[in-house]
C-alpha cells in the first residue's frame, strides 16, 4: 500500500513555464514532508522541504505548499529551465524513531526550449 | 568528502547467485538505509539501520540480508537472486535531528538474469 501517492507520472513544461506536482498522503502523523531530485545515473538528492505547522516554503524558483486538513502537498517550480529535468519524488516521515522516508512514486519531468 | 559510495555500479547476476552490494559513508551518520528503485513503484526501503549494531525490516525484506559491519558501514546481500530482485539499488545514511535528511549513494544497477 502507496503511503504516498504522487502525480502526474510524467510531466512535459516549456522553458519559462510552471512545474506542479501533487502528492497525498494518509498517515496524519506524518510530520516532514521532503521533496528529492533525482538526475539520470544519479542518487535523490534532498530538494526543499517543509514541515506541518507552515503552509509554503519558497526557495529561489522552488516552492512547497502544504494543505494539512487535505493532507495534499504539492511542489511548484517557477520559470522552469531545461536544467531542471529531472525526476521528482515526494516523501513523509515521522521524526520520531529511525525517520524512515516513505517515498512517492515519482514524476519525470521534461522541460522543452 | 565522498559523502555515500557504493560498489558495484553494475552487476549482472545469474539466477540463484549470490552477492553482496556494499556501502561505506563518511559522514558519521548513525542511520543507514538499503532502498530498491523500481519504474513506477518509486524508491522502496529494504532494510535499515538506526543505529550501529542494529537492523530493522522495511518495507520489501524478502530475500536480502543485511549487515551493519561499523558505524561506516552497511551491506546488502542477496543469497539466491531471482529476476524480481532485478533493479537499482540505493545506500543512503542520515544523523537523527539533523532535519531528517537522507543523503543518497549514485546507486547499484542489478541485473538477475
Known sequence: ?113 | NAGVTQTPKFQVLKTGQSMTLQCAQDMNHNSMYWYRQDPGMGLRLIYYSASEGTTDKGEVPNGYNVSRLNKREFSLRLESAAPSQTSVYFCASSEPGQGNIQYFGAGTRLSVL
Open chain 1, 1 to 113: 500500500q502507496q503511503q504516498v501517492k504522487q502525480s502526474p507520472q510524467s510531466l512535459i513544461v516549456q522553458k519559462g513555464g510552471i512545474s506542479i506536482i501533487n502528492c497525498a498522503y494518509e498517515n496524519t502523523a506524518f510530520d516532514y514532508f521532503p521533496w528529492y531530485q533525482q538526475f539520470p545515473g544519479k542518487g535523490p538528492a534532498l530538494l526543499i522541504a517543509i514541515r506541518p505547522d507552515v503552509s509554503e516554503k519558497k526557495e529561489g524558483r522552488f516552492t512547497i505548499s502544504f494543505n494539512k486538513s487535505a493532507k495534499q502537498f504539492s511542489l511548484h517550480i517557477m520559470d522552469s529551465q531545461p536544467g531542471d529535468s529531472a525526476t521528482y519524488f515526494c516523501a513523509a516521515s515521522l521524526q520520531t524513531g529511525a525517520n524512515n522516508l516513505f517515498f512517492g512514486t515519482g514524476t519525470r519531468l521534461t522541460v522543452i526550449p
